[in-house]
């Protein structure tokens, strides 16, 4: 059974930095398609970032921010964000990238950027 732990999430001011860390575990094949999803109350799980074999995609509003990379020796995946904005502050999630199949949802990372 695949499992996903993320972590690296906490509150920090516009501007600022933070790295994600998805660590992966009962699989050796799922960082091969990854995403990095958030979700704010009252709306909808949303893709941020995700990575396959065929490259590495980004949602509009963290283009030119966001950098989704994955380092298969440790079977982790992370997301390095950078500029951020309040408008970020959500609850961060790994999973599986779209099409390629969903595991459970992990327990998630907050994020809080203050302005």
């Known amino acids: 059974q695949v499992q996903l732990v993320e972590s690296g999430g906490g509150l920090v001011q516009a501007g600022g930095s933070l790295r994600l860390s998805c660590a992966i575990s009962g699989s050796e094949v799922a960082i091969n398609s990854m995403g990095w999803y958030r979700q704010t109350p009252g709306k909808q799980r949303e893709l941020v970032a995700s990575v396959t074999r065929g490259g590495t995609n980004y949602a509009d509003s963290v283009k030119g921010r966001f950098t989704i990379s994955r380092d298969i020796a440790k079977n982790t995946v992370y997301l390095q964000m950078n500029s951020l904005k309040p408008e970020d502050t959500a609850v961060y999630y790994c999973?599986?990238?779209?099409?390629?199949?969903?595991?459970?949802w992990g327990q998630g990372t907050q994020v809080t950027v203050s302005s």
């Open positions: 999973n599986i990238a779209p099409g390629y199949g969903r595991v459970s």
